[in-house]
């Protein structure tokens, strides 16, 4: 199968942007997306990942979604992949009549809830599983770094800016590629990890770079990522490798595209949300949303 064979549409979930197919009609192996992917990309400029999505045939869920990684690869859960996978299934196999209902999906061997919010303004998708955390000491050429590593879907490694000496002033612009990429592949992590920085501010707000595991640069946002580091601050608050983070759920996330993902703790429950707009593009709307990310990083 060729990349003519393989139509697709664009979206993008705070900055992140994915090619998503219909998987129902095409009827695409993994194997033969991950050769779409690696070999026989069709765009001019590369994205954040693509999705795959098929409608299920179980009563558990409603669509199941496949993402693949830039480089082929596969498994992982991508959580603004996961509401732009939301708001494609609300667009076109079904509306959901009232901001109460909800629509289950699987993602990476798990069933996930999402929200179609604001007239699809807003698109929310709730995590079941409490993250796993573990502190970790790398060993790096630039020394010690303290960090945390999150399981949630996704492995994290999450790590703070003003204890790492890095300046307010400069969070968004200094080099992040050299600190992030040699930890991306750290021995003493098996898997390899996304690497976050993140860097406390006001209130309940959080600034957070993100280098991605199988995307293997700096991306504008990372759902999973904001999830991991809103869960480490609220939870490991009196931790003395953390900075002073007084906030409380839900907390705001500004990610290095501007946007603001939310991460809300449901009710009674370990379940955490994940908060923030997703869209679709055209082709020259998305290589505009690149081009100016690539501007803005440089």
């Given at each position: 199968m060729t990349k003519k064979e393989i139509p697709f549409e664009l979206m993008h979930g705070a900055g992140n942007i994915f090619m998503i197919i219909n998987n129902d009609t095409l009827n695409v192996s993994l194997d033969?997306?991950?050769?779409?992917?690696?070999?026989?990309?069709?765009?001019?400029?590369?994205?954040?990942?693509?999705?795959?999505?098929?409608?299920?045939?179980?009563?558990?869920?409603?669509?199941?979604?496949?993402?693949?990684?830039p480089d082929g690869s596969h498994g992982?859960?991508?959580?603004?992949?996961?509401?732009?996978?939301?708001?494609?299934?609300?667009?076109?196999?079904?509306?959901?009549?009232?901001?109460?209902?909800?629509?289950?999906f699987l993602m990476a061997g798990t069933i996930y809830k999402g929200y179609y919010l604001n007239f699809g303004?807003?698109?929310s998708v709730t995590f079941p599983n409490e993250p796993?955390?573990?502190?970790?000491?790398?060993?790096?050429d630039k020394g010690l770094i303290h960090a945390f590593h999150v399981y949630?879907?996704?492995?994290?490694?999450?790590?703070?800016?003003?204890?790492?000496?890095?300046?307010?002033?400069?969070?968004?612009?200094?080099?992040?590629?050299?600190?992030?990429?040699?930890?991306?592949?750290?021995?003493?992590?098996?898997?390899?990890a996304n690497?976050?920085?993140?860097?406390?501010?006001?209130?309940n707000l959080i600034r957070l770079r993100t280098f991605e595991r199988g995307v293997e640069r700096e991306t504008a946002a990372c759902g999973t990522g904001a999830l991991?580091?809103?869960y480490v601050y609220q939870n490991h608050k009196m931790n003395t490798n953390l900075s002073v983070f007084l906030g409380n759920y839900p907390i705001d996330?500004?990610?290095?595209?501007?946007?603001?993902?939310?991460?809300?703790?449901?009710?009674?429950?370990?379940?955490?949300?994940?908060?923030?707009?997703?869209?679709?593009?055209?082709?020259d709307e998305a290589f505009a949303m690149y081009s100016d990310f690539q501007q803005r990083i440089q």
């Open positions: 033969e997306l991950s050769e779409f992917m690696t070999k026989e990309y069709p765009l001019h400029f590369p994205v954040d990942g693509l999705m795959a999505y098929r409608v299920s045939d179980v009563n558990d869920y409603e669509f199941i979604i496949d993402f693949l990684n992982a859960m991508c959580g603004n992949g996961a509401r732009c996978a939301i708001k494609y299934h609300e667009e076109n196999f079904e509306e959901f009549p009232n901001e109460s209902d909800s629509v289950k303004g807003y698109i796993i955390v573990k502190e970790l000491q790398l060993q790096t949630n879907g996704s492995d994290h490694l999450i790590i703070d800016a003003i204890n790492h000496g890095i300046n307010a002033n400069d969070f968004f612009q200094f080099d992040f590629r050299s600190l992030a990429e040699p930890l991306r592949h750290h021995a003493d992590l098996p898997n390899g690497v976050n920085l993140a860097m406390t501010m006001r209130g991991a580091t809103a996330i500004q990610v290095q595209s501007g946007d603001i993902l939310t991460v809300k703790k449901e009710n009674d429950s370990e379940s955490l949300s994940l908060i923030g707009p997703a869209e679709f593009l055209t082709v």
